[in-house]
C-alpha cells in the first residue's frame, strides 16, 4: 500500500505522531519515523525509499522545521521526485527561505487554530482530493468509501509532467541565483570583512536548568552552525545535553542522554556523540536510543571525520587516542605516548586525515594523522583548538582566545597568532579545557569566564540554615574550612578553582585575614591539624606536593609528600599522626591514600583502591571509620568502612553527596545532596556500622558542584554550618555567541596600529 510521508522537525515528534494516528483513524496510510523505519535498515536509506515509495508528501511545518537541514533535504527529495507536497502549520509561521520555493500555498492547512482535529480533518479531505487526482490511488481508497468527510473541488497538484517540468526550471533558475549571489557575498566577504557587523548575543540556558562549568561542559556548533549542542544540570542536579536552535532560540532536551559530557556532530548534522556511563554513543536525533560503541571510562572529547571516523579520548590517562568506525566496530590506537602523557580533545581537519590534538606534555597543540605518522608539535602553551575557515586555528592561552592562520595544504602554520578580543573565557587551568565551538559561517560560541570567576562570601549558619554570621567581605575563594578549635577558617583565594591563586586565614570573629602564602601558586584543598595551629595543602612547586604551613612561625612550605598525580588533602587524624589524602595516579582511577606523618619518607597506603569518580572523604574522630563519596555504582554515593581497609562498607546515602563531615564526636554525618539539600544522618550503632534515616537540614540557596559544593564544614558539635555562597546564582550564566567573528581581528588589527 502507498502511503503518505510525513516530514518533522524532531522538536515536533510528538505533533506529528498525533497527525499521524488522526490520518490513520480516517484511513489514510502514513509513514513516520522512527515507527516505520524497519530494525536493521540504515536511516539516511529508509528515509530516501519512504520518500520514493509515497504517494505524496506531507510537512509538519513550524519554526523548527524551518531551521532543520534534514527537514529541507526531505522536501528538496520529494520536490525533485514530482510529489505532492502538502503543509500542515502547527504554529502561525511562514516557510523560511529554504521551504519556500518548494511549497505550493494552496496546499497549506493550519492545525494551530482550534482544535488540531478540526486541522487534520480538513488535511483529510485535501488528501482525498489528491487520491482521486491520481486515479484513485489506494492510499484514500479506504477514506473515500467510508465517506466521512465530503471533498472539496480538485486542488491543483506538482504532479502533472508540464508544471513539474515548469517548477524544475524556475527551481534550477532560482538555486542558480542563488548560488552566484552566495559566491559574490562570499568573495565580497573575503575581500573585507571589516566592513561586516559583528554582532554579540547572550544565550541563557533553559529555563529551571544551570550551565555546567569546566571540562564537563562540552559545547558544539552543528557543522551548518544552525543548533548548538551543550551540557547542562536538571534540577535534580543530573547532567543532561541540550539543543538549542539558533534561528529562532529554542531549547530542546536530547533524549536518553543523562550525563553525557563533550559532545560532537556528525558532518551531516544527523547524529550526536557523547560520553556517558563510561562508554563512548551516538544517537541519531530523527530517532532510535543511543548506540553504545566503545569503552570510555574517563571521556575527553571527540570528533567525526566524513568517512564515518570517530577519534576520541577515552581516558586522559591512557596517553593515547583511539579511533572507531562510527557504524561500530573494534577500536585501535591513533595516537601513544611511552610517557603515557595525556591525549584529549582531538579534532579533524577539513582533509578528514590529519587532526589536532592537546598533550599535558607541556601544554603543547600537536598535529596527528590517521595514516600513523607520527605527530609533531604546532603551538606551545596550548589548550584545546579548531581549525574553521578561512584558514584559522582557533585556541586558548589561560582565558584568552587567539586566531592563529594555518595552511592547511602545507599543514604549516602562517605568521604569528592574533588574540581574538571577546573577552575573558571559561577555562579549567588542570584540564587546560577551553569553552568553545566555532563554524566556518562566522559564528562562535563560548562560555565566558564570568561563572568560574563569580565571588562567594563565607557564612556562618545554624542547623536550620539561619544565618548566624557573615565572615569577611566576598571574593573568588574555594575549600575553606574551619579550623578545629572553630575560630579561624582557611581557603584558596583570589584567584581560579585549580589556577593559581594564594592561602588565606581569616579570623572568624572579626574577619581579618593573613595571606600565608608568599606567592600565587596553584593550591588545592586545605586541612587543619589537629591543634589549629598549622595547615596541610596540596601545592604546586617543583610537581606536585602535600606542603604543611605552620601559623606560629616564619617558615616556608614544607613538602611532606611529592607525586606527579593530581593530590588533595582531606583530614588528619585527631592524634595528628594520620594525613587522608586523594590522588589520581597514571593509567588508574582515583585513590583514596593514608600518610603516616610522623615516619618522614614513610609510603602512602592506599585505602580506596580504583575508583572510578571524584571524592571526597574524612576519617571519624576516633580514628576507626572513613566517610568517603564514591561512585562505585553508576551515581555517586555516600559510604563508610574501616579505615583498616575495605573489608566492608556500608552505605549511608545512595545518590550523590558532597563533604561528608562527622560531628558530635562521631555519633552524626552532616552532608549535602546533589538536589541541594543538607542532611544529618545519626549513627545508631557501631557494629555493624548502622546509621538512621538521613533527615533534611535546610536548602542550600542553589545546587553544589564539585567547584563550588556551597557546603564546606560544620564545627564538631555540629550547631554551627560554614557555607561558601556565591552572590550571583549559577542560572544567571549562559553563553556568548558572536557572528562574523574574523572581523574582530581586522578591528583589533586597526586598533593596535593607531595605537
Avoid at 493550519?110 to 488540531?116: E, L
Avoid at 490511488?137 to 465517506?147: H, W
Avoid at 594520620?578 to 610522623?598: A, I
Amino acid at each position: 500500500m502507498s502511503r503518505i510521508f510525513i516530514s518533522y522537525a524532531t522538536g515536533d515528534q510528538a505533533v506529528a505522531s498525533e497527525v499521524c494516528a488522526l490520518l490513520e483513524a480516517q484511513g489514510h496510510a502514513c509513514w513516520i519515523a522512527p515507527r516505520d523505519v524497519v530494525a536493521g535498515k540504515v536511516w539516511d536509506e529508509a528515509i530516501l525509499d519512504a520518500i520514493e515509495s509515497a504517494s505524496g508528501f506531507l510537512l509538519i511545518l513550524s519554526s523548527a522545521a524551518n531551521a532543520s537541514p534534514f527537514v529541507k533535504n526531505e522536501v528538496n527529495r520529494a520536490f525533485s521526485l514530482g510529489k505532492p507536497i502538502l503543509t500542515f502549520r502547527v504554529e502561525e509561521v511562514l516557510p523560511g527561505r529554504s521551504l519556500e520555493l518548494y511549497l505550493a500555498r494552496h496546499h497549506w492547512t493550519d492545525g494551530f487554530k482550534g482544535r488540531i482535529e478540526e486541522g487534520v480533518a480538513e488535511l483529510s479531505r485535501s488528501l482525498a482530493a489528491l487520491g482521486s487526482s491520481a486515479a484513485a490511488d489506494p492510499l484514500t481508497t479506504a477514506a473515500s468509501s467510508k465517506k466521512r468527510f465530503d471533498p472539496k473541488p480538485k486542488l491543483r497538484t506538482l504532479s502533472s509532467r508540464r508544471e513539474r517540468w515548469a517548477w524544475s526550471v524556475a527551481a534550477a533558475l532560482a538555486l542558480g541565483l542563488i548560488a552566484t549571489s552566495i559566491a559574490w557575498l562570499t568573495a565580497a566577504r573575503q575581500e573585507d570583512a571589516s566592513h561586516e557587523r559583528t554582532i554579540t548575543s547572550d544565550i541563557q540556558p533553559p529555563e529551571g536548568t544551570t550551565l555546567v562549568p569546566g571540562a564537563d561542559l562540552g559545547l558544539a556548533l552543528s557543522p551548518d552552525g544552525q543548533q548548538l549542542v551543550f551540557a547542562a544540570k536538571l534540577a535534580s542536579g543530573s547532567r543532561q545535553l541540550f539543543i538549542r536552535e539558533m534561528s529562532d532560540a529554542t531549547t530542546r532536551v536530547v533524549p536518553e542522554t543523562m550525563g553525557a559530557s563533550f559532545p560532537f556532530w556528525s558532518p551531516d548534522g544527523l547524529q550526536i556523540g557523547f560520553f556517558a556511563e563510561g562508554k563512548l554513543k551516538v544517537i541519531d536525533l530523527r530517532g532510535g536510543a543511543p548506540r553504545t560503541l566503545a569503552d570510555a571510562p574517563v571521556g575527553r572529547g571527540g570528533d567525526w571525520n566524513t568517512n564515518d571516523q570517530i577519534i576520541y579520548s577515552p581516558d586522559p590517562w591512557l596517553g593515547r587516542l583511539r579511533g572507531i568506525s562510527a557504524k561500530g566496530g573494534e577500536p585501535r590506537d591513533v595516537t601513544m605516548s611511552k610517557e603515557r602523557y595525556n591525549h584529549r580533545y582531538p579534532a579533524f581537519l577539513p582533509d578528514g586525515v590529519h587532526f589536532l590534538f592537546h598533550t599535558t606534555d607541556r601544554r603543547r597543540l600537536m598535529l596527528g594523522s590517521l595514516d600513523g605518522s607520527a605527530p609533531r608539535e604546532l603551538i606551545a602553551g596550548s589548550t584545546n583548538a579548531r581549525f574553521v575557515s578561512p584558514g584559522y586555528i582557533l585556541f586558548g592561552r589561560g582565558s584568552d582566545l587567539f586566531a592563529w592562520q594555518f595552511d592547511e595544504r602545507k599543514l604549516q602554520l602562517v605568521g604569528s597568532p592574533q588574540p581574538v578580543p571577546v573577552g575573558k573565557t571559561d577555562f579549567l587551568a588542570l584540564r587546560a579545557y577551553f569553552g568553545f565551538s566555532v563554524t566556518s559561517s562566522g559564528t562562535l560560541v563560548y562560555a565566558p569566564a564570568d561563572y568560574r570567576s563569580r565571588r562567594s562570601e563565607l557564612r556562618l549558619v545554624g542547623r536550620d540554615g539561619r544565618l548566624l554570621k557573615i565572615v569577611g567581605n566576598a571574593d573568588r575563594q574555594y575549600y575553606p574550612r574551619l579550623s578545629p578549635d572553630g575560630k579561624r577558617i582557611v581557603s584558596v583565594a583570589g584567584g581560579e578553582f585549580l589556577g593559581r591563586s594564594n592561602l588565606w586565614i581569616t579570623e572568624v570573629e572579626d574577619a581579618r585575614r593573613t595571606q600565608l602564602s608568599q606567592a600565587e601558586e596553584v593550591f588545592i584543598s586545605p586541612v587543619w591539624t589537629p591543634d589549629s595551629q598549622a595547615v596541610i595543602v596540596g601545592c604546586s612547586r617543583t610537581g606536585r606536593e602535600l606542603c604543611v604551613k605552620s601559623l606560629n612561625d616564619g617558615t616556608d612550605f614544607r613538602v611532606v609528600y611529592s607525586t606527579r598525580a593530581y593530590a588533595a588533602p582531606l583530614s588528619i587524624s585527631a592524634d595528628g599522626r594520620t594525613l587522608l589524602f586523594q590522588e589520581n595516579f597514571v593509567g588508574t582511577d582515583v585513590d583514596l591514600q593514608t600518610l603516616d606523618l610522623s615516619t618522614p619518607g614513610k609510603e602512602a597506603i592506599r585505602v580506596v583502591v580504583k575508583d572510578p569518580g571524584p571524592q571526597s572523604g574524612v576519617t571519624s574522630p576516633d580514628g576507626r571509620w572513613l566517610v568517603f563519596t564514591s561512585s562505585f555504582g553508576s551515581t555517586r554515593g555516600l559510604y563508610v568502612q574501616p579505615m583498616s581497609g575495605p573489608s566492608r562498607r556500608w552505605t549511608v546515602w545512595n545518590r550523590s553527596a558532597y563533604n561528608p563531615r562527622w560531628t558530635k564526636g562521631g555519633r552524626e554525618l552532616v552532608f549535602a545532596t546533589e538536589e541541594g539539600k543538607v542532611m544529618s544522618a545519626r549513627v545508631v550503632n557501631d557494629s555493624p556500622f548502622t546509621t538512621a534515616e538521613p533527615e533534611v537540614l535546610f536548602e542550600l540557596p542553589e545546587r553544589p558542584e564539585d567547584a563550588l559544593p556551597i557546603f564546606e564544614d560544620v564545627t564538631a558539635d555540629g550547631e554551627r554550618i560554614l557555607l561558601n555562597v556565591p552572590q550571583v546564582p549559577a542560572s544567571k550564566f549562559g553563553f556568548r555567541m558572536v557572528t562574523n567573528w574574523p572581523a574582530l581581528l581586522q578591528q583589533e588589527s586597526t586598533r593596535q596600529s593607531a595605537d
